[in-house]
């Protein structure tokens, strides 16, 4: 069982940023792919950005390339979205995601969420 606790979430001005942070427990956190997906009311869930468990491997989303970028710290169990030139449209919960994917057995796992609120 992994727990994924984020943090760093809050009220920022449009073109501001913000830098939020996943922290998991347990001792093999370099063996989770990690993610991030988010929320806004009314809306579906949508990825936003992966990192492979070395941290050799990113990908994001087409509306946040360019401005968001996906990091991890192994030694620190922690996983980091920075987010920079915020959009209103950015405003939504962050959700840490951690996948470990194994012959036998997919597993998956959800932060709370923290809320990310982009002010005109």
């Known amino acids: 069982q992994v727990q994924l606790v984020e943090s760093g979430g809050g009220l920022v001005q449009t073109g501001g940023s913000l830098r939020l942070s996943c922290a998991a427990s347990?001792?093999?956190?370099?063996?989770?792919?990690m993610a991030w997906f988010r929320q806004a009311p009314g809306k579906e869930r949508e990825f936003v950005a992966r990192?492979?468990?070395?941290?050799?491997?990113?990908y994001s989303a087409d509306s946040v390339k360019g401005r968001f970028t996906i990091s991890r710290d192994n030694a620190k169990n922690t996983v980091y979205l920075q987010m920079n030139n915020l959009k209103p449209e950015d405003t939504a919960v962050y959700y840490c995601?951690?996948?470990?994917?194994?012959?036998?057995?997919?597993?998956?796992?959800w932060g709370q969420g923290t809320q990310v609120t982009v002010s005109s």
């Open positions: 995601h951690a996948t470990l994917r194994l012959v036998t057995k997919t597993y998956e796992y």
């Open positions: 347990g001792r093999t956190f370099s063996r989770y792919a």
């Open positions: 990192i492979t468990g070395s941290g050799g491997s990113t």
